[in-house]
């Protein structure tokens, strides 16, 4: 099974942080991110976002430029302040080959305790993606195959 976490691209300032739309430059990396990538995402069986704004324009051009073409599911277990034990449980029911578009530090927090890395050591940047495997979506159950930055 395959897990990929993309953290959504640079988002412009908007007092109002839900809906922060992405920039011309988070547009274009999480293009290239997805056309690096397209081979790797071509399993993908389903998706999973933010509703958060950033998120949502993310999974927009990765899905499109990628060619994933499965429907997608916004869920509130991705936004970037949901307490990982809620995410770690919704991932715990998931199989096949998954993607996520989503926040930090949510984003960092998974990666670590799913490749049962040191908490507080894995920050992930703006339209970077993470692709890890193994035999369950569960902490400790997977192992980073390939990090991919814009």
């Not at 999974?59 to 970037?80: G, K, M, N, Q, Y």
């Not at 992930?124 to 997977?142: H, P, Q, R, V």
Request: aromatic share 4%; charged share 20%.
């Amino acid at each position: 099974m395959k897990l990929f976490f993309l953290r959504h691209g640079e988002a412009a300032y908007n007092k109002h942080d839900d809906i922060r739309e992405l920039t011309a430059r988070g547009c274009d990396d999480v293009k290239r991110v997805a056309q690096h990538q397209r081979a790797a995402l071509a399993d993908v069986q389903r998706v999973f976002v933010s509703p958060i704004t950033r998120a949502q324009q993310t999974a927009d051009i990765v899905c499109r430029e990628a060619h994933i073409l499965v429907p997608r599911e916004t869920v509130d277990w991705l936004i970037h302040e949901m307490p990982l034990s809620e995410a770690l449980a919704a991932l715990a029911r998931l199989d096949g080959n998954v993607l996520l578009v989503g926040h930090q530090p949510l984003a960092g927090k998974l990666v670590e305790s799913l490749c049962g890395l040191h908490a507080g050591t894995t920050s992930i940047g703006t339209a970077n993606m993470i692709e890890m495997e193994g035999d369950a979506f569960i902490s400790g159950a997977l192992h980073i195959v390939h990090h991919q930055s814009p």
